[in-house]
């Protein structure tokens, strides 16, 4: 079965710093075009980044460009989420996404494209 697990979650101060990562299994990852999307209490899952599988074509959403920087490792069948100068608003829970397309450069703003979901890891930024 295709696992998605995302770590890397935790609490940090505004202005502050994380790394997240999802780990893939069961799937050609290399293959598959990845984002990440959050969802904070009360709200829509709204997306935050994506990325083709061969790492040419990345996409933000406006709220995070400039700040989050998304990447992936196709030896290690992980995809990574570079978050910097967190903000409150922030907070929320990060899902990542893995979406199996054919060509190389595809990626995808959508949650409804998306064929994979982990279970999400909860990052909180403080004022």
């Known amino acids: 079965q295709v696992q998605l697990v995302e770590s890397g979650g935790g609490l940090a101060q505004a202005g502050g710093f994380l790394r997240l990562s999802c780990a893939a299994s069961g799937l050609t990852f290399s293959r598959s075009a990845m984002g990440w999307f959050r969802q904070a209490p009360g709200k829509e899952r709204e997306f935050v980044a994506a990325?083709?599988?061969?790492?040419?074509?990345?996409y933000y959403a406006d709220s995070v460009k400039g700040r989050f920087t998304i990447s992936r490792d196709n030896a290690k069948n992980t995809v990574y989420l570079q978050k910097n100068n967190l903000k409150p608003e922030d907070t929320a829970l990060y899902y990542c996404?893995?979406?199996?397309?054919?060509?190389?450069?595809?990626?995808?703003?959508?949650?409804?494209?998306?064929?994979?979901w982990g279970p999400g890891t909860q990052v909180t930024v403080s004022s």
């Open positions: 990325i083709s599988w061969n790492t040419i074509n990345t």
């Open positions: 996404a893995a979406d199996l397309v054919l060509s190389p450069g595809y990626y995808s703003d959508s949650e409804r494209t998306y064929d994979y």
